[in-house]
């Protein structure tokens, strides 16, 4: 069997033991007879396991007790509309920084539904790097702002969190949650698609301070009611099962290397790799600025796109998977997520490197 490394945006790597054990336990879980993906989620084998998942995220992220973590689905896209018709029920209004794409969808969904702001952009520059804000820049009676904390696309991280005072800071995380310690505290909600970081595509993690919970619109569809679905245990309906198990299995593997702290010198080392390479050569570019830069999500470019095109193809047949940048952005981006193993960004050095050298630029 031979593992491609795969530098995919998400889906995404998981763990080589995360998936042997899914594999070990795949027909016959735990002498229940059956597969994970056939239990009842109402028998109490299953009800174990989505107890220890949360369990074990509170423990890994440190989640204080007055948050509540939902396991829901429909991806970070559905809480785009979720976030405003749960908050945006006293002053109507929010505020966005626009930081990326994925941003300024939320911005668009929001807008639907009050009077949605947008405090600050970097699109002229392309998202290149995220903009710095001041408490002064929101609106004081704002039911929420909301951040884009990892920029997936565009390869750039929040290098602070903003302070919005007593106003409750909204953020996905899709990108970067558990890649590092985040002050969950700080923040009233945080949510993020799993399929980055934590497990397969089709779960959703909340994670929502309880005094924000019972103020939905009374038009919101009860699936996307935060209250109905803490008050439930996220089994108002059927929850994503199979996922929810699968990131159970990545929290253990986490704790199992030390938690958060150690998670992050792991990513720093191979950011830190990559990055220290970039900036050591002219050949290609890192398109954003040095104080964004995300440690998940690294962007390059050599500046002439049939190269970048090359360079993606035969990266791939190296076995070096997924290089190819975001159609919106072009040129390449290797996303490094805590499951990319550190041998990983290595042989992706050492073939830009050879790929340098074997193709000079007219
Ligand atoms: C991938 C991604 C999304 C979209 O997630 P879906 O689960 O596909 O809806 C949103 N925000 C960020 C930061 C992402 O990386």
């Given at each position: ?50 107890t220890e998942a949360e369990a074990l995220l509170r423990e890994v ?8 973590v ?178 159970k299995?990545?929290y ?111």
């Amino acid at each position: 069997m031979k593992r491609a490394y795969n530098f995919s945006a998400g889906p995404s790597m998981l763990p080589m033991p995360v998936l042997q054990q899914a594999a070990a336990e795949m027909v016959d879980y735990q002498n229940s007879g059956m597969s994970v993906m056939e239990m009842s989620h109402r028998s109490p084998v299953y009800e174990k396991i989505i107890t220890e998942a949360e369990a074990l995220l509170r423990e890994v992220m440190e989640i204080p007790d007055n948050y509540k973590v939902l396991f829901l689905q429909g991806g970070a896209s559905t809480q785009f509309a979720a976030v405003p018709l749960n908050l945006l029920s006293n002053s109507g209004k929010a505020d966005y920084i626009l930081s990326g794409q994925f941003s300024t969808k939320a911005y668009q969904e929001a807008q639907k539904y009050g009077d949605v702001k947008a405090v600050a952009s970097s699109k002229e520059a392309n998202f290149s790097f995220v903009p710095v804000v001041q408490k002064e820049d929101f609106r004081s009676d704002a039911d929420y702002v909301h951040i884009c904390f990892n920029n997936t696309i565009y390869g750039t991280k929040f290098p602070y969190i903003p302070d919005t005072g007593d106003i409750p800071l909204v953020a996905d995380m899709s990108s970067c949650i558990l890649s590092e310690p985040f002050d969950v505290s700080r923040f009233g909600v945080i949510y993020a698609g799993a399929q980055k970081n934590m497990a397969p595509a089709g779960l959703t993690v909340v994670i929502i301070r309880e005094d924000l919970l019972g103020k939905a619109r009374k038009e919101t569809p009860t699936m996307l009611d935060y209250k109905v679905q803490a008050d439930n245990q996220s089994m108002y309906n059927t929850p994503p099962c199979y996922c929810i198990y699968i990131a159970k299995l990545v929290y253990e593997w986490i704790l199992g290397l030390g938690g958060l702290k150690a998670m992050k010198a792991q990513n720093e080392k191979k950011a830190n790799l990559l990055y220290d390479y970039l900036d050591s050569q002219t050949y290609y570019v890192a398109p954003v600025s040095k104080e964004s830069r995300s440690m998940m999500n690294v962007t390059f470019v050599t500046g002439d796109a049939e190269l970048d095109k090359k360079f993606a193809s035969e990266a791939s047949e190296r076995g070096l998977k997924n290089l190819k940048g975001h159609r919106s952005v072009g040129g390449m981006r290797a996303s490094i997520y805590n499951a990319m193993p550190y041998e990983g960004v290595e042989a992706l050095v050492a073939f830009m490197k050879e790929f340098a050298e074997k193709n000079p630029k007219a």
